[in-house]
């Protein structure tokens, strides 16, 4: 009995003592941001060295991959820099977090998919949050009525590709883009992006509320097929679409376009999105590239870091306290594995990423184990959520 209590008096100890030394919240979130400055400095330097139309893509075999800014990733990189901003207060980011937002007005008025919700939310949403620029309010809403072009009535959704085999296909990603109409479009536009909503809902979704990547629509609005693009297969949960289901469903929970009876639809489907997650992550909260690969996978940094932005939105509205702690305690247990040396990049290192190890397009080769802007962005927003400052 002796031995047995001391034995258990030993663990608790243990388990003190590493709750003591556990790297406060605080400290954490200076210690990236900090580390972000001067990564992001460093990444603009080697993006500016690419030429003049270059934004910043990833970084494979010691060398800096730039796309130009029709990439749907373009918003990211300024949107990095207004998060840096917003922790930081340096003159200096805010000017370059500025420059480069600027560059991508030129998306106005041009051939563009339906990323472009990703590219300007995620650029001048955050220029006209932090500062009040009425210039950035104008092209949010010439953006929205742009992407509004893509919606079709009678199939309830914005059309994703423009490419491919596919007759109209709507990807799950595209419930990122949503924001730009609910937030800065006319209210017909509004309701074009809740109805894109309720499609989505109703057809992407497994009954264990897994979702396929991509639904293909016949003109009268009936389904030709599901699959799982860039996922293991076809009736695979792939993590970073599961990812921005979470995070897609709870960003329209903070928007006043939406009424009280779909709110509470997207608030259960929201909710259902997180408990099964929840059952899934490892104990470290990075989830394999694909929840059905075999054990031993690459993991995906950034279906983590956009999973744990995704779960603190949801916290800040879901009715169910103990699903709201889960999340946060999930959400604060993948930031702190991401800024650790397993993933967190040391300063001077993969070109002025932050985040290694993250996964793009494993089935076609692209971006395979590699850093990439929407990682780096949405980790961000995570800690910046999880210190309570978005």
Not at 130 to 155: H, N, V, W
């Amino acid at each position: 009995m002796r031995k047995r209590l001391t034995t258990l008096m030993l663990a608790l100890l243990a388990l003190t003592a590493c709750a003591q030394t556990q790297e406060s919240l605080p400290d954490l979130s200076k210690r990236v941001f900090d580390l972000a400055r001067e990564q992001y400095t460093l990444l603009e330097k080697n993006v500016t060295a690419k030429g003049p139309g270059a934004f910043p893509r990833s970084f494979e075999a010691d060398t800096l991959r730039t796309s130009d800014l029709d990439w749907w990733c373009s918003g990211f990189f300024p949107g990095s820099l207004w998060y840096i901003w917003q922790y930081t207060g340096d003159e200096k980011i805010l000017q370059r977090a500025s420059f480069h937002t600027n560059r991508l007005s030129a998306l106005i008025g041009r051939h563009t998919d339906h990323d472009l919700g990703f590219q300007l939310t995620c650029s001048f949403g955050h220029a006209w949050r932090l500062t009040g620029r009425s210039e950035a309010a104008d092209i949010l809403r010439k953006g929205a009525a742009q992407l509004a072009q893509r919606f079709d009535p009678q199939i309830g959704c914005i059309r994703s590709w423009d490419f491919g085999k596919w007759n109209y296909p709507v990807i799950i990603d595209n419930m990122m883009n949503l924001e730009l109409l609910l937030r800065y479009g006319t209210p017909e536009e509004q309701q074009m992006g809740i109805r894109h909503a309720e499609t989505t809902l109703e057809n992407h979704f497994r009954d264990d509320y897994t979702s396929w990547h991509l639904v293909d629509y016949a003109p009268d609005g009936s389904v030709r097929g599901k699959q799982t693009v860039q996922g293991l297969a076809d009736d695979s949960a792939w993590a970073r679409g599961q990812a921005w289901a979470l995070y897609g469903y709870a960003m329209l929970l903070g928007q006043d376009a939406v009424d009280t009876p779909h709110w509470e639809r997207f608030c259960a489907q929201a909710e259902g999105i997180a408990r099964m997650l929840l059952e899934r992550l490892p104990e470290d909260g990075i989830p394999l590239w694909d929840f059905n690969a075999e054990p031993g996978a690459l993991r995906d940094a950034s279906a983590g870091a956009i999973m744990a932005a995704g779960f603190l939105r949801l916290a800040d509205y879901t009715a169910d306290e103990g699903l709201a702690q889960a999340c946060r305690d999930m959400a604060e247990r993948q930031v702190r594995t991401l800024a650790s040396p397993a993933y967190l990049a040391e300063a001077g290192e993969i070109g002025g990423f932050l985040l290694r190890h993250s996964v793009g397009n494993l089935p076609s080769g692209s971006e395979v184990d590699v850093p990439l802007t929407y990682a780096d962005y949405y980790f961000l927003e995570a800690i910046l959520r999880l210190n309570g400052q978005l």
